[in-house]
């Protein structure tokens, strides 16, 4: 039988909404009462007569506040009712009271069943209702135990006595839940609390230790730490205050601080207590007064501070007496870092002056035997040791590089210079070995590069040098070449990037890490092989970061490597007195086998605003060639490598000037430096320009501007001028101070080889006594000499006779301050060791005046053609060889050799900013070539002497660039000539 519901409705004709259950409690706010708000009444009956008449009572229980008081279910067996229960209890839509036959089951039933049911809830009110009279009451009491949860009801049932049975019990269950759950939210707020408590009471213990560790920390601090009242009385100091003082632990509380710290009575208390009001805190340096007496020094920080209305100053002192102790360690230290850096300075001087002493025996003797009769053999193992000895200055300057460079006295100059130039120059640098590996060497400038930029011209052109000389040295074949390009545009300027590329062995990622460090070589079998300090890379890149640029590299092994660098240049305007020159707007074609030097040779095309193809084979070039010709737009200039695989040399200028259809194509030949072709068998073949590689763009456009203009000059000589008079021996008087013995030996033979006699002194008494016994004229003074050195003696000399005795230093050290340091000593000049027989002959010219000074232009002239005077004297150089060819082309080969030597090393020194080397190196080639009789080099060298004597170097490397020029010529000259005697002999 389904479990019956019965919802008692609202009875306006019984029940008086307003007074009806009036002191009753609702159901707990939050508890379920199934799909109404009453209380829930369970009633368990078998018989429907009864559950009629319990619906019939309990209908007039009455409403509240407009809604049932009741919801009654009925349930005929007790597991039925357990199961609605059980629901109810899980639904929180609790049942307040259970109305239940006794009679149900034998055995008391219904009392066992109540049991079931307080254990779904405890607080559930149970009526029983029976009709038996012999119902044992107190059995019941013995068996539940809980005459507060049941009642027992005696039937018939009397529907008032149900009905407030009803409103009191639910009621009484409301209430019993009322104060469980007020149980439940104070035991909650207890907990609550209570455990804010334990926080609070926990947070305030550890504001207590924090309080106590700071006062702790306090008391101990290693500092002196106290406290100071508006009258400067101490109302604290810790243990440190008084340990540091002298005195026992709190005999310092009420103390004035001014008996402690005099040095506040100069100042006033009350102008030092508001000075702290208006700036807080304060650190100074001030003296201590110890109990005993004693002052020490302290570094004192005080504050102002206003708590709880009162004033006061917390102060700390600290004892400085060790800081003091560091610095005056760091001090020595410092000066003791600096006296290790000037003897390093001293040492790289003396080790100079011993390496250079030995050397200049060497240099000097190897100098002298190559003047000497010697066969072929003698003369390559005297080559072979100027060439070592050479090396070996090379490394030497490296290291005094790297030593500029560390003490920070390497300068930078900022000058106007043109990129151009610089690469073409240094490229000429590199030339003769490039050459002499049988190396593709080329250089090109993009044509967006501003042409004219301010910076350090001679450092840019050292960093370039340098690693070009580098990819040359580690390149056996194949090509080396440099590409210059603008990365970016700036208001400030234009960033350049510089990238040279070789061919050669490449680099492994190991290597590349350690590449730009110091005295580190990437295999050091390449020292072995190739030789160097692993100096150059780091040079270069500290001058790059010091100019503000990157410098980096790229390789692989076997691949070759690529080393570049970015530098800003600020642009300049192009000098007024430079205009441009426009090219004819004629199609010019470029044939090399080389795609590097196609490229190279476009650019440089490109930027001469010139048209141009390329063919990278004879067959190409003849099939453009006639294509072009037959089209109605000839190749009006062909730009042809000597060296092509298909037509080697002058074959295919004489094929294509052997062809009417393309032969009024002129032509220029490019070949590499060393190359004589004589201008008779050039003109046979149809060549009207020869051009040296690396392709210079200046020279490139005079060859262009010559035959596209048809303005093309002959390039033979006219009539070499009368032989000039022999320089006659000088019968001056000189003496040599120098103390080692092959020096002198060598200095001896040097002069006598110039025509001077000379006497020797090994030390400064040595010239003293001398000077007593004859007027010398000249004094060849080595500044290190032992006993009397040669400042010393100098000083002596000038201090003592007033006659004018000319003094040339001689000294093996290449220091900065070398040259100053003898004139500051009073001598007139300076000769750097080894000493070069040509400068020693221009310095004995300079100041003994035996000889007339070549005159020197105030400007550079205009490149020498070949309708002038010839750029060497023939009949000179044949007077000198007297009329022998073998002694005529060993003659023109040393002195080829040397000068483009000594060029290099002067375009070095200008890097170097070196004028003391580059007036000697000038000195040096312009007396060899004023010997020769090499005329076209003698004036930008003599302009170049002069500048480099001044220390004037801004515009040293324009005259460098157009001495090698001039020497080109020279080359090409003699060269010619030598081709001449040849074929005479022959």
């Not at 066992?112 to 209702?129: G, M, T």
């Not at 000379?758 to 001398?770: I, Y």
């Not at 009949?875 to 483009?900: K, P």
Request: aromatic share 6%.
């Amino acid at each position: 039988m389904a479990p019956e519901t019965v919802v008692v409705q609202q009875m306006t004709q019984t029940m008086d909404p307003d007074t009806s259950n009036s002191g009753f409690p609702t159901p707990l706010s939050g508890e379920r009462s199934g799909t109404m708000a009453g209380h829930r009444i369970l009633v368990l009956e078998r018989r429907a007569e009864v559950r009629e008449a319990f619906r019939s009572i309990l209908q007039g229980g009455g409403v509240e506040r407009g809604r049932p008081l009741f919801v009654v279910d009925f349930a005929v067996r007790e597991d039925e009712a357990f199961g609605m229960m059980d629901a109810a209890c899980h639904e929180e839509a609790h049942y307040s009271l259970v109305f239940m036959d006794m009679g149900m089951a034998p055995e008391c039933a219904g009392v066992s069943f109540a049991e079931r049911l307080w254990e779904l809830d405890p607080d559930l009110q149970v009526v029983f209702y029976t009709d038996d009279a012999e119902a044992c009451w107190p059995d019941i009491l013995s068996r539940l135990g809980h005459a507060d949860r049941f009642m027992i009801l005696k039937q018939p049932l009397d529907a008032v006595e149900v009905t407030q049975i009803a409103n009191s019990l639910t009621a009484k269950w409301a209430l019993l839940r009322a104060a469980l759950r007020n149980e439940e939210m104070l035991v909650s707020a207890v907990i609550k609390r209570t455990r804010e408590l334990e926080s609070e009471i926990a947070e305030r213990r550890r504001s207590e230790e924090a309080l106590e560790f700071t006062q702790f920390s306090v008391d101990h601090a290693s500092d002196a730490m106290f406290r100071v009242d508006p009258d400067s009385r101490f109302t604290y100091a810790n243990a440190t205050t008084a340990r540091s003082l002298g005195y026992p632990a709190g005999e310092l509380l009420g103390m004035s601080l001014l008996d402690v710290v005099p040095s506040l009575r100069g100042i006033g208390w009350d102008a030092f207590w508001e000075s702290l009001r208006k700036e807080s805190p304060q650190t100074f340096d001030a003296q201590g007064l110890t109990k005993d007496g004693h002052e020490i020094p302290i570094e004192l920080t005080v504050n102002f501070f206003e708590f709880d209305g009162r004033e006061c100053l917390c102060a700390s002192a600290r004892d400085t007496t060790r800081r003091r102790q560091i610095l005056e360690e760091l001090a020595a230290a410092r000066d003791e870092a600096m006296e290790s850096a000037r003897l390093k300075g001293q040492f790289l001087a003396n080790m100079s002056h011993e390496i250079r002493t030995p050397m200049n025996g060497v240099i000097g003797m190897s100098e002298l035997m190559v003047h000497t009769n010697l066969d072929r053999e003698q003369r390559e193992y005297v080559d072979t040791i100027r060439s070592s000895a050479e090396i070996l200055l090379g490394i030497i300057n490296d290291i005094l590089d790297s030593s500029k460079i560390d003490s920070g006295t390497m300068t930078f100059q900022t000058d106007a210079l043109d990129l151009r130039e610089i690469v073409e120059s240094a490229l000429d640098v590199v030339a003769p070995a490039a050459r002499a590996k049988q190396l593709e060497l080329t250089g090109a400038v993009q044509p967006e590069i501003h042409p004219h930029v301010r910076g350090d011209g001679n450092r840019l052109k050292q960093v370039l040098t340098n690693i070009l000389g580098n990819a040359v040295k580690f390149t056996d074949e194949g090509d080396v070449s440099l590409m210059v390009s603008r990365l970016d545009r700036t208001p400030d300027g234009d960033v350049v990037k510089f990238e040279i590329r070789d061919t050669g062995v490449g680099l492994d990622d190991a290597s590349l890490t350690k590449i730009f460090e110091p005295f580190r070589q990437a295999d050091s079998s390449n020292t072995r092989r190739h030789g160097g300090t692993g100096l150059g890379l780091t040079i270069c890149k500290q001058i790059v970061e010091a100019m503000g640029g990157e410098i980096g590299v790229r390789s692989h092994p076997d691949k070759g490597s690529t080393f570049w660098f970015t530098l800003t240049f600020e642009r300049l305007d192009a000098p007024a007195k430079i205009k441009a020159r426009v090219m004819p707007d004629v199609p010019v074609l470029v044939v090399d086998d080389n795609t590097t030097n196609r490229e190279v040779l476009q650019l440089q095309l490109a930027n001469l605003q010139i048209r141009s193809s390329a063919a990278s084979s004879a067959t190409e070039a003849l099939e453009l060639l006639r294509r072009m010709a037959e089209e109605g737009t000839p190749f009006a200039l062909a730009i042809l490598d000597m060296h092509l695989p298909e037509m080697a040399g002058l074959t295919l200028p004489r094929v294509i000037k052997g062809d009417p259809a393309i032969s009024s194509t002129r032509l220029i030949v490019l070949s590499s430096l060393g190359d004589s072709i004589p201008a008779d068998v050039l003109r046979e073949a149809g060549v009207e320009e020869y051009v040296v590689k690396p392709v210079k763009m200046s020279r490139l456009e005079k060859s262009l501007i010559t035959l596209l203009d048809d303005g093309l000059e002959g390039r033979s000589g006219s009539s070499a001028p009368a032989e000039q008079p022999a320089v006659p021996a000088s019968e001056a008087l000189i003496l040599v101070a120098e103390d080692n013995l092959v020096n002198q030996k060598v200095d001896l033979l040097q002069l006598k080889r110039l025509g001077y006699r000379a006497d020797l002194a090994a030390d400064g008494f040595e010239v003293l006594a001398a000077l007593e016994k004859t007027p010398y004229d000249l004094i060849l003074m080595d500044c290190q000499m032992p006993g009397m050195d040669g400042f010393e003696a100098t000083r002596r000399i000038r201090a003592e006779y007033d006659r004018p005795v000319r003094i040339v230093a001689l000294t093996a050290n290449a220091m900065i301050g070398d040259r100053e340091k003898c004139i500051e000593a009073g001598m007139d000049d300076h000769l750097s060791k080894p000493v070069r027989i040509d400068a020693l002959k221009r310095v004995l010219e300079k100041w003994l005046s035996q000889t007339p000074r070549q005159p020197v232009a105030e400007e550079i002239a205009e490149p020498v053609t070949a309708a002038d005077e010839p750029p060497a004297d023939l009949a000179r150089l044949m007077a000198i060889s007297a009329g022998s060819g073998d002694i005529f082309q060993q003659l023109v080969s040393d002195y080829l050799a040397q000068a483009e030597e000594i060029l290099a090393h002067i375009a070095l020194a200008i890097e170097r900013r070196d004028a003391k080397e580059v007036h000697l190196l000038a000195h040096k080639l312009g007396g060899s070539s004023s010997t020769c009789g090499m005329n076209a080099i003698l004036e930008p060298l003599a302009l170049l002497e002069r500048l480099a004597r001044g220390g004037q170097l801004a515009t040293a490397l324009p005259l460098q660039q157009d001495a090698t020029r001039k020497l080109f010529r020279i080359r090409g000259y003699l060269l010619n000539h030598q081709k001449q005697l040849e074929s005479s002999v022959l």
